[in-house]
């Protein structure tokens, strides 16, 4: 079998150079930020971005950030022009490729990714997924639910009438909660 860059048809209009891909990821220069912040401070900052986040936000953002990763690799300025659901070996990823945007997820996370991520996980959808379990596992995933349940609690206190029996009673919970926690 015999691995090729993608056509223009195949991108959906849009076809990177077998240079392009020969030649590494192109950052072009509207991409680029003045003052990038450094490798580790990116990551927590994408980590406390994901934890504000819906699940479904967070699949969203960790997509656009897979989408964006593949479309320098193929020498793109813009990700949106990669089809999510669409096979990386059939957008024209050979291993050296596959390497590039591994490295670069890498990167932009902290994660430690293995060789084979793009072979293991071969659309930008599966990518995305594998980052989010990555990034935020299961007790992180919970902490998230729960910290949502207190958002909606606290919308809800402030509805109470600060002289209320009510509230006096639910300011002691919340404080024997409290002390449960730390």
């Not at 030649?23 to 450094?38: D, F, L, N, V």
């Not at 980590?47 to 964006?68: F, I, M, T």
Request: with cysteine.
């Amino acid at each position: 079998m015999e691995l090729r860059p993608a056509s223009e048809e195949e991108l959906g209009g849009a076809t990177p150079s077998g240079d392009a891909v020969a030649a590494g990821p192109q950052r072009p220069a509207q991409i680029r930020r003045a003052a990038e912040p450094e490798p580790q401070e990116a990551a927590v900052s994408l980590v406390q971005r994901l934890a504000a986040c819906s699940e479904e936000e967070q699949e969203e953002l960790l997509l656009e950030l897979v989408r964006d990763q593949i479309a320098l690799v193929l020498g793109h300025t813009d990700g949106t022009l990669v089809d999510p659901e669409r096979g990386l070996l059939e957008m024209g990823f050979d291993s050296v490729a596959a390497v590039r945007l591994r490295n670069q997820l890498a990167q932009e996370t902290q994660l430690s990714l293995p060789s084979q991520l793009v072979f293991e996980h071969p659309t930008a959808v599966a990518l995305a997924r594998h980052l989010r379990e990555e990034m935020l596992p299961d007790d992180a995933a919970a902490a998230i639910l729960v910290l949502e349940e207190l958002n909606k609690l606290d919308d809800s206190i402030l509805g109470l009438d600060p002289s209320s029996a009510a509230r006096i009673r639910i300011a002691g919970l919340l404080q024997g909660l409290s002390a449960k926690w730390l």
